[in-house]
C-alpha cells in the first residue's frame, strides 16, 4: 500500500521553485542596487550582480534542505 505524502503533491515543487526563482531575483537586484550606490563602475555593478547571485544560491540551498527535512517524518 502506498502511503501518499505531503511532498508528493506537485503544486508544493512548483511554488519551491517559483520561490527559489524570485528568491534569485531579489537578492541580484540588491546586489545591482548596492553595487551602483557603492561605486556606480561597471566593477562594482558586475562585483553586486555575482555577490547577489551567490547569496541567492546559498539561500536557495537553505530553503531545499529545510523543505526536503520536512519530509522526512
Known sequence: MNKKSKSDNP?????L????????AVCMTAGYWLGARLGGTPGWVVA??????LVGILSCVAM??????????
Not at 521553485?17 to 534569485?24: D, E, F, P, T
Not at 531545499?64 to 517524518?73: N, Q, R
Open 48 to 53: 553586486g550582480l555575482l555577490g547577489g547571485l
Open 11 to 15: 503544486w508544493r515543487a512548483a511554488a
Open 64 to 73: 531545499v534542505k529545510f523543505v526536503l527535512g520536512d519530509s522526512d517524518e
Open 17 to 24: 521553485v517559483g520561490a527559489m526563482g524570485v528568491n534569485v
